[in-house]
Structure formats: structure tokens, C-alpha cells
């Protein structure tokens, strides 16, 4: 093979690379979320465990609802496009600023933009979270306001979608267990077992770890259920890992790419 057949290979092969990366512009996640469509809007991959986005309360079957509805917190796993009623929604994480007696973490949006591969909302506080994925793993880089001084995190292990007053409940799902351990400033463990839904069935367990790129103080509350992390930087990232068998797997699924590299690599 000469060396201007290879030279033109290369640059067909680029021009093709390059075409293809940027078509992901013509994407809109949005497509089939609102009303009876509950497709899941939010950062995603092919047959990809993760799909990490916003809880507007436990109403909503893939967890995003439109503005101005609030935002409970972002979880990591969620159902796209059943049809039926809520399903999964664990592992819940919630950035705010403020004390440790605060019971109500939910935020107001006040802007939110989506792409393939990405979701970015602002609260009205002035958090700006931004998601992206992997397979297995969930990447967060969130930006809290340079004026306040305690930029914090808050970690459920308890939530999930579709909570009823009423037990057993068709198509409601139902809280079985669950524990968050902190195993040091870097990183959190636990789990959360949760039954029902949208297919019924027994129980389900989703193990968990989560770590940060910055140290934390860590407060474990109600029945090492939550727990509550304060950070002295106000930019974090974290990445959160799930599995199906144990919070050390969970823990091996997570990958080593930052935000941006992920990000790039899912819209190739």
C-alpha cells in the first residue's frame, strides 16, 4: 500500500470521526419525556445500569418533571419509556447549603439544559449541578456559590419512586432497607432494598459507593439511612458506582475517566 492510499485513509477516517462526534447536537433528550411518554431525559448509555437525574418528588415515572415543578434530589437509577407505573429511583443525592437540621432538601429551578450524554440544572439558591455517565457509574460535578460557606451534600438511601400511604399499593413500590456507611472523608457505602413497582415481584437490592475528589465531614442520621456531607471547596465532584451484588462491585465500577473525558467518550 502506498503511502498516499494510507495518508488518504487517515484522512477519511478523521473527516468520518469528526462528523460522527458532532452529531450528537441534533439529539433532544426531551423528546417523549412530558406526559404519557415517561422516557427518561437524562444522561444515559446503551443497556446502561445508571440513568442518574432528577427526582421531582416521587410522582413522576422517570423522575424528571418540566420546571417549575421541584426538585427532590438526583438518584441513580431509573425506568425510561414502560408505560406503567414508577420504578427505581435509589440511591438519592442532593447538594444544598445550610445546617444539619435541615429536613427539607428540596430545590426551585430556576434554568436547566440537556444534551446526549448530560443534564445541567441551577438551583435558585445558585447550586449548578451537572451529570453525566458510564455504564456503571454516575458522575456529578457540581458548583456551589463562592459567597456561602458550607456547601454540603446530602446522601438517602431510603428514597425511591412511587411512595404510597397506602400498603402493597398496585404498581407502588415499597421500602424494605437500607444503610449508608461512611468509610472515610473520601468515600460512602451502603445499599438500599426496595420491593414492588411498576412489575411487581420481591425485592430488589442496589449496593452503592459513592466517592469525592474533595475531603468531607461526614454526619450518619436517621438509622445510618442518610447522611449529611460538608465539604470546604465549592467545586466537587463525585462519582457514584452501583451494582446488583455488593458495595465492593459497586465500588469496582467505578472508572478512573473525570467528567469531561466521560462525557466526550459517551458521544463518540
Known sequence: MTVKRILSYLYMFCV????HAQNFQYIDPRIGSEGLGRVFPGPSMPFGMV???PDCTVKPNAGWAPMPEIV??????HVSGTGGGQ????????????????SNFEQKRVSEDMSLGYYTTTFENGIKTEITTAERCAFYRIHYPLSNPK?????????????????????????????VEVINDHEVRGFT??????????????????????????IVKEDNQKAVLHFGDTLVNVKIGISFISSLQAKRNITE????????????
Open 16 to 19: 468520518c470521526t469528526l462528523v
Open 51 to 53: 440513568k442518574p437525574g
Open 72 to 77: 427532590t434530589g438526583f438518584s441513580q437509577t
Open 87 to 102: 420504578k427505581y429511583g435509589n440511591v438519592l443525592v442532593q447538594p444544598f447549603i445550610g445546617n444539619d437540621e435541615v
Open 151 to 179: 456547601p454540603s451534600l446530602f446522601i438517602d438511601a431510603s428514597h425511591y419512586l412511587g411512595k404510597s400511604n397506602i400498603p402493597d399499593l398496585r404498581e407502588a413500590q415499597q421500602f424494605v432497607g437500607a444503610e
Open 193 to 218: 432494598r426496595i420491593r414492588g413497582g411498576w412489575n411487581n415481584g420481591s425485592a430488589y437490592t442496589v449496593y452503592f459507593c459513592l466517592q469525592t475528589d474533595k475531603p468531607f465531614q461526614s
Open 257 to 268: 475517566n473525570n467528567f469531561d473525558t466521560q462525557l466526550f467518550l459517551l458521544r463518540q
